[in-house]
């Protein structure tokens, strides 16, 4: 039996987005407990090695907009880059894991995350520049 996703609406809880699932079409019997609360993550990650000026940041835009991710990327000025993630859990882990091998001119040393809280505060993913 196929659910039915409404659009995004953003009136959850904590304020961020809530995706409502209709069993099986919006307004027909739907069941207590149908409405699922949209459960997105959210993880910083820092990556170390030859990452700048080898097109790093617009190779992970690339990915995460394909991916449906939100955030941003940018250069640090210790040479490291520094990104932020938001979206659905295993499109995150895809792009993170993107992060770990890089373009082909890219080297990567080193890839750390910290997992925050999610907030939805983003609308698309972007570039920044300092």
Same mark, same amino acid.
């Given at each position: 039996?196929? /659910? @039915?996703? %409404?659009?995004?609406?953003?009136?959850? =809880?904590?304020?961020?987005?809530?995706?409502?699932? *209709?069993?099986?079409?919006?307004?027909?019997? +739907?069941?207590?407990?149908? &409405?699922?609360? @949209?459960?997105?993550?959210?993880?910083?990650? *820092?990556? %170390?090695?030859?990452?700048?000026?080898?097109?790093?940041? *617009? =190779?992970? &835009? $690339? &990915? =995460?907009?394909?991916?449906?991710?939100?955030? *941003?990327? +940018?250069?640090?000025? $210790?040479?490291?880059?520094?990104?932020?993630?938001?979206? !659905?859990?295993?499109?995150? #882990? #895809?792009?993170?894991?993107?992060? #770990?091998?890089?373009?082909? /001119?890219?080297?990567? !040393? $080193?890839?750390?995350?910290?997992?925050?809280? @999610?907030?939805?505060?983003?609308? !698309?993913?972007?570039? +920044? #520049?300092?």
């Amino acid at each position: 039996m196929k /659910l @039915y996703r %409404s659009p995004v609406t953003r009136n959850g =809880a904590s304020g961020g987005p809530v995706h409502r699932l *209709w069993w099986p079409l919006p307004g027909i019997n +739907k069941p207590p407990g149908a &409405e699922l609360q @949209y459960m997105g993550v959210r993880v910083r990650v *820092w990556i %170390s090695g030859l990452v700048q000026g080898v097109g790093f940041r *617009w =190779a992970v &835009e $690339d &990915e =995460a907009r394909a991916e449906g991710v939100t955030g *941003w990327i +940018k250069n640090l000025p $210790d040479g490291r880059v520094e990104a932020l993630f938001e979206g !659905d859990e295993m499109a995150v #882990r #895809r792009v993170v894991e993107f992060c #770990r091998r890089g373009p082909p /001119l890219a080297r990567i !040393d $080193d890839v750390r995350t910290a997992l925050e809280a @999610y907030s939805g505060e983003f609308d !698309d993913f972007s570039i +920044k #520049r300092q």
